[in-house]
């Protein structure tokens, strides 16, 4: 199982990954972490501006190749189209990278699955 988790900063849990640029990809093999890397992306390649800025190039978003997108702020619109994708966007209150990756493992992870947020950037979708 692949998980991206938001982070901003690089060192915690983020919120508004419709903006982020930089997310930890944990890949979970018998209930255990094989691999963590960071993702940073460029400006134009926020989830938000892959999903509706007309004057980006088509872009096959690296988030598209997880199963789960870990967040500590989303909209519905976005959680929708990566569920169009097949990756599941969960709200955590968890800020600590290892314990939530930690809880998931365990099963103990507190959160929701992300679809009652709205979106208040302003486009139409």
Known sequence: MKVAISSSNQQTVS???DECLSFWIYTIENEKVVDKELLELKGNQTLHRTFYDSLVEPYVHPIFETDMLL?????????????EKRTVAFIIDDKDLESTIGQLIAGTLQGHVAEEYNCNCGHSH
């Open 71 to 83: 967040t500590n702020q989303i909209s519905a619109q976005i959680t929708a189209k990566l569920k």
């Open 15 to 17: 919120g508004n990954a």
